[in-house]
Every structure is written in C-alpha cells, then in structure tokens.
C-alpha cells in the first residue's frame, strides 16, 4: 500500500473512531448493544498508537492532509497512553453507570457515551495536530465538551464546578491562544510561509530567525495558557473542583491524559523556545510552575476531607513534578517524565474509578466517615491501596522508577537545589496521601456521625466487571516498573524531540 495512504488511515482511525462511537450514541443511545461501543473505540485508539510507534520507530514521522496531522514519536506515545488509559475507563464505565441507574442519580448516559466518545477524539486530535493553531481548536474542543461532562449528575456542586472549569480554562486558553498569535507574527517576519507558520518542526528549524523579545512574550503566554489546562499554578483552581464532580470514568480521562495532552504542547513550546532563545528562559519559567504547584498541592493534601478532590492534589503535585522534569530538559529528564505521565495516567485512573465505586457504595466522599475499608470491603481497599501506593512511587510502581531518573537528571543537569525543593514538597505530600489512605482503609470502624449517611452491608461486593479494569491497569503501571522494554525506543526518540 501506497505511504502517503497508509499515514493517512494511521492518523485518521484514532479520531474518526470515537467520532463513529459518539454518532451511535447519539442516535441509538446507551444500551447492552452499544454499552461498550466506546471500549471498542478506545481499544482502536490503542491499537493505531502501537501502528504509529511501529511505523515511527522504524520510517520516522507520519504527516498527513497537507502536514495538518502529524505523528512524531511524542504523539505516538502520547497515543498509547490515551488509548491505554481510554480502554480501561470506559471498560468500567458500563459498570459505574449501571450502578448510578440502580441507585436513580446521574445524567443521561446517552449523552455521557457521546460527550465522552467526543472527548476521546479532541484529545487525539490535539497530539497528532502538526500545526499549534490546531491543537489549540482541539483543546478547546475538549474544554466544551468536558464542562458537560463535569456537570453530569445536575447537582449544584457540579454546575458550580463546570461553570468553575468553563471561565478558568477559557482565560488560560485564550492566553495561550495570544502566545499562538505572537509567534505566528514573529514566524511570518522571520520569513515563514502561511502553512508553516504555526508547524512546530518548521518553527524549529527556523527558530534563530524569529524575533526574541517577541518569542519570549509568545513563550510566556503558551506556557501560561497551557498550564492552566495541565493544572499548574497559578491557573489552577479549576482542577480539584471538576476532577471531584465529574463521573469516575471521567475524573479519570482528564486526570490520566487531559493534564498530559495539555502539557504536550508545553514541550512542543520549549522546543521552540530552546532553539531560538536557549534553554534559560523556558527553564525558569517551568521550574516557578512547577515548584509552585508543589507546594500549593502539598500544602491542600494535608488539609484534605474529600478524598476525590485529594486524588485531584495528587494530579497537581504530579503534573508540577513533570513541570520540573521538563524545565531539566536533558534527554534522561525528558524520558523519566514521559514514562512518569504513562505511570500516573494508568494509576491515576485505576484511583479515581476505584473512588467512584467507593463513592457508591458509601454514599459519602468525607474522608472522616471511610473507616476500616480493608476489613469491609477488601478487594475495593486492596485496589484503592495499590493505585495510590503507586502514586506515592514506591516499587515495582513505574513512577519509582520515573521519579529516580528525574531526581538523577537534576542533579546531573546541576539544577540540585530546585529538584531537591521539589522532591521535599512531594515527600510532603507523599506523607500527607498516606496518612488520609491510611485513616481509611485502617482506621476504627465507629459508628456513623450525626447526618453522615448509613454504611451498607459489608458483604456488597465488586464485580468482576467493575474489577477487571482496575486490576489491568496495575498490572500495566507495575509492569511498566519493572520493564520498559517495549516502548524503551519510543522514549528515547521522543525524548531526543525526534520528529
């Protein structure tokens, strides 16, 4: 088969396919027939991001449509991790969603298959975009959709959180949608052609010709703007509130690979950025981020009551560790912090869906009102402890390993004393995570407070249906500890910025 027409159907399939799942749902809605329709379009996800490693690994990058999309090895990993991480959230959302009809709460799941579906291909579209004005349509596109999302079960509290999300990630897209605008001038006097004004490569290669006052000013808004969607300070605020109203399944996609296809286009930035300034200016810039999301997202974790909006700190305090990892920028750095988004993107979403059926079967997100868990219900507390074990980065978890190279990198780099400020801030939170998990899965089990809700039989159990999904998703973030062999190429081209 022809190359030109072989990228074109490796690039296409990853985002008309949660396209076609999201018409089916909109016209046939959400039933046995179609209940895992999504599951199939995020498996196909996963499947075109192993084509497109493959093909990358061995052929270099795939462009498609004039260069409108482009598949590097970034975007290819970047591909696995949300096919990965799509496959094991709408696996359990059939699960989830039966069990919010049984208890008649929740939204549509008409809508919720469509809106989801709708997601998936936002955020493919994002990574394989090969021009920064589209990823930043693409972006936005999950920011429409996702607001519908957060706002799911029609309470107060999640309208409040979806208007919360809507204002906030508007302001910091339309920054970074200035920082796009500054550059594309600044492209287009350095001799740029329309189409390739915007290409990241292109841009790149042309990057000591532009402009520097005005590429940093474009550099410090795309930094900025983006962030915001990534969750780092101080554009912030939106994160916990949404990650803690939306369905499980949800929480779980813009935790996992939201945060990480923002922050896509960060490194797609500072590549630029690198070559036409050096790495100075966009080094400083990530390291106050993400130093400052630290600390804002350890200082919230030991306060904490709700423990969804606890996992949501968690999203923070990682995301400013990636932050810290990208401001290093050698090539271990820039590996470790990859391989840190596929580790967390997995575990993050076996927690949050994990908090999900905790949610239903304890009628309460109160930290203080969850005690004994592991003797109640041990298969969901043996979960629930294993996914945040791995967060907290303790082996054979990958983001042991991830966090290792990382703190190596920074010394190595001669950036000792941030990473040190960094990795405090993270024990911090680390301590503050383990004493709330602790006080759940082994604390007294007392009776209920006043106006706390009943606890239910102990003997309610987790399907094999709900557990399957958790259980894959560990074994991957384990896995990926103990070996990273199968995708060892991948990060070393993506963290050469191989195109």
């Known amino acids: 088969m022809d190359r030109t027409l072989t990228d074109a159907a490796l690039l296409l399939v990853p985002i008309a396919a949660p396209l076609f799942a999201a018409a089916v749902y909109a016209v046939a809605g959400w039933g046995r027939a179609t209940a895992h329709l999504g ?76 809106l989801v579906s709708c997601f998936l291909a936002a955020m493919c579209l994002g990574t394989l ?81 532009l402009d520097p006052a005005v590429t940093r000013m474009a550099t410090a808004f795309m930094i900025l703007g983006f962030g915001a969607k990534a969750g780092l300070a101080p554009l912030h605020a939106w994160l916990p509130d949404a990650h803690s109203q939306a369905p499980a399944p949800v929480s779980a996609l813009m935790s996992g690979v939201l945060l990480a296809v923002a922050f896509s ?29 630290l600390a804002l997202a350890a200082l919230l974790l030991l306060a904490q009551r709700d423990y969804k909006r606890m996992l949501a700190y968690s999203s923070m305090e990682h995301m400013g560790l990636i932050a810290v990892a990208a401001a290093i920028g050698t090539r271990l750095a820039l590996a470790a912090l990859l391989l840190h988004i596929a580790g967390h993107g997995l575990a993050k979403t076996v927690a949050f869906t994990a908090s999900g059926h905790l949610l239903q079967a304890e009628r309460t997100t109160r930290i203080a009102q969850i005690r004994a868990l592991a003797t109640r219900r041990p298969a969901l507390a043996g979960i629930l402890a294993a996914a945040l074990l791995a967060l907290l980065g303790l082996p054979p978890f990958s983001l042991f390993a991830s966090e290792l190279g990382i703190a190596r990198a920074g010394f190595a780099a001669h950036l000792g004393i941030p990473v040190a400020a960094a990795f405090v801030l993270a024990l911090v939170a680390f301590a503050a995570l383990a004493r709330h998990t602790a006080a759940m899965l082994l604390g007294d089990d007392e009776a209920p407070a006043a106006g706390a809700p009943p606890k239910t039989a102990a003997t309610a159990r987790l399907s094999l249906a709900a557990r399957t999904p958790l259980i894959t998703g560990l074994t991957a973030v384990a896995a990926l500890g103990i070996t990273a062999w199968p995708i060892n190429t991948l990060l070393n081209l993506a963290a050469q910025g191989g195109r």
């Open 39 to 114: 599951t199939a379009a995020a498996a196909l996800i996963l499947a075109s991001g192993i084509a497109v490693a493959v093909s990358v690994a061995h052929d270099g990058p795939l462009t498609t449509l004039g260069g409108w999309l482009h598949a590097d090895a970034l975007s290819a990993f970047l591909l696995l991790v949300i096919g990965s991480v799509a496959t094991l959230a709408c696996a359990a959302s059939p699960a989830y969603l039966a069990a919010e009809r049984a208890a008649d709460e929740g939204g549509s799941s008409r809508r919720y298959g469509a």
């Open 129 to 209: 975009a090969g021009n920064l004005g589209l990823a930043w349509i693409a972006i936005e596109a999950t920011t429409i959709v996702t607001a519908f999302l957060v706002g799911h079960h029609h309470t107060r509290a999640a309208l409040e959180a979806a208007w919360k999300y809507t204002v906030i990630c508007s302001v910091g897209i339309a920054l970074a949608l200035l920082g796009i605008v500054v550059l594309y001038d600044a492209a287009r006097h350095a001799g740029l052609s329309e189409a390739t004004a915007l290409n990241p490569a292109a841009l790149t290669a042309h990057a000591r010709a």
């Open 265 to 293: 286009q960060i490194l797609r930035v500072k590549q630029i950025a690198d070559a036409a300034l050096g790495p100075a200016f966009s080094r400083t810039l990530l390291l106050i981020a993400g130093l400052a999301t």
